[in-house]
């Protein structure tokens, strides 16, 4: 047993599209550089070949994208995914949102707990690097292009999908973040750097659910967002929180003194006390020599 308590670190993971963003990243990126409009059209032309190849629709998309900018000689390249992200609108008071929640922790916790801040989304993680909200993360889990020897993208080198997004999950609660590192050999909870109970989720809907499900079950904690004036986004969270797989919804407002920005506190509030109750329990083990 290690002399000192490691169970310090408290992770909140984000997806990104309709959580951070009111649109899919694509739709203020790419999309409008190769003629494409109605981002609808192109996710429902993206459905529909997934379902005529029988394949997976992360594939589908990030290939047909591909196709697209190659007919529309737009060059996708890194670098322009990168600059593109500039365009990207995101829901009130996001930008400053990972600086205040940062200040909170630290005014409230010292040294107690490390906050982390993490992405799991099946946009691109090429897109999400040249975000001004980028440097806040601890680590990005996204899918990718594989580039040739002139930068261009060819094909898909990592997708997530729903079900992958707990892939990632497991790696942030193991420690194992870099894909080349295994995550099936057994590690005992308490060898784990950040327990499940350590670990906030914030998602928008039935693609987050998995993770959610996953989360909960192991005793941490997620929150439902939708977007405002939206209906049938209320109604898919307000299921959600009847199923049990969230404890909270909230609009997607992250500006200070919002009720989402209450319930994210409330959490974390919570998460901290059982740390420093873990802590003291720890401690009289270390003592007593138990």
Same mark, same amino acid.
């Given at each position: 047993?290690?002399?000192?308590?490691?169970?310090?670190?408290?992770?909140?993971?984000?997806?990104?599209?309709?959580?951070?963003?009111?649109?899919?990243? =694509?739709?203020?990126?790419?999309?409008?550089?190769?003629?494409?409009?109605?981002?609808?059209?192109?996710?429902?032309?993206?459905?529909?070949?997934?379902?005529?190849?029988?394949?997976?629709?992360?594939?589908?998309?990030?290939?047909?994208?591909?196709?697209?900018?190659?007919?529309? =000689?737009?060059?996708?390249?890194?670098?322009?995914?990168?600059?593109?992200?500039?365009?990207?609108?995101?829901?009130?008071?996001?930008?400053?949102?990972?600086?205040?929640?940062?200040?909170?922790?630290?005014?409230?916790?010292?040294?107690?707990?490390?906050?982390?801040?993490?992405?799991?989304?099946?946009?691109?993680?090429?897109?999400?690097?040249?975000?001004?909200?980028?440097?806040?993360?601890?680590?990005?889990?996204?899918?990718?292009?594989?580039?040739?020897?002139?930068?261009?993208?060819?094909?898909?080198?990592?997708?997530?999908?729903?079900?992958?997004?707990?892939?990632?999950?497991?790696?942030?609660?193991?420690?194992?973040?870099?894909?080349?590192?295994?995550?099936?050999?057994?590690?005992?909870?308490?060898?784990?750097?950040?327990?499940?109970?350590?670990?906030?989720?914030?998602?928008?809907?039935?693609?987050?659910?998995?993770?959610?499900?996953?989360?909960?079950?192991?005793?941490?904690?997620?929150?439902?967002?939708?977007?405002?004036?939206?209906?049938?986004?209320?109604?898919?969270?307000?299921?959600?929180?009847?199923?049990?797989?969230?404890?909270?919804?909230?609009?997607?407002?992250?500006?200070?003194?919002?009720?989402?920005?209450?319930?994210?506190?409330?959490?974390?509030?919570?998460?901290?006390?059982?740390?420093?109750?873990?802590?003291?329990?720890?401690?009289?083990? =270390?003592?007593?020599?138990?």
């Amino acid at each position: 047993m290690s002399d000192e308590f490691g169970h310090n670190v408290v992770a909140i993971v984000y997806d990104f599209d309709g959580t951070l963003t009111p649109l899919p990243m =694509q739709e203020y990126t790419v999309l409008p550089q190769i003629g494409i409009k109605d981002g609808n059209k192109f996710w429902e032309e993206v459905n529909a070949e997934a379902a005529r190849t029988n394949g997976e629709t992360i594939v589908a998309y990030m290939r047909l994208m591909l196709e697209k900018s190659k007919a529309r =000689q737009f060059p996708v390249t890194a670098e322009n995914l990168k600059e593109l992200a500039g365009r990207i609108n995101y829901f009130p008071g996001v930008e400053t949102y990972f600086g205040r929640i940062n200040n909170y922790v630290r005014q409230n916790f010292g040294s107690d707990i490390e906050l982390r801040h993490y992405i799991i989304s099946a946009g691109l993680k090429e897109i999400i690097a040249g975000t001004v909200i980028a440097k806040h993360f601890y680590k990005v889990f996204a899918s990718q292009y594989y580039y040739d020897e002139y930068g261009a993208a060819t094909f898909p080198n990592v997708i997530v999908n729903d079900t992958l997004k707990t892939q990632f999950i497991f790696r942030i609660n193991k420690g194992k973040e870099n894909l080349s590192e295994s995550i099936n050999l057994h590690m005992p909870l308490s060898a784990r750097p950040i327990p499940f109970e350590n670990i906030l989720y914030i998602g928008d809907g039935l693609t987050d659910v998995p993770c959610m499900t996953v989360i909960r079950k192991n005793g941490g904690h997620a929150i439902a967002v939708y977007q405002p004036d939206e209906s049938h986004g209320q109604k898919t969270c307000c299921e959600l929180l009847k199923a049990g797989r969230v404890d909270f919804i909230a609009k997607a407002d992250y500006e200070k003194d919002t009720e989402l920005d209450r319930f994210v506190k409330l959490l974390l509030d919570n998460i901290a006390q059982g740390i420093r109750y873990e802590k003291q329990r720890f401690s009289q083990s =270390q003592k007593y020599r138990l």
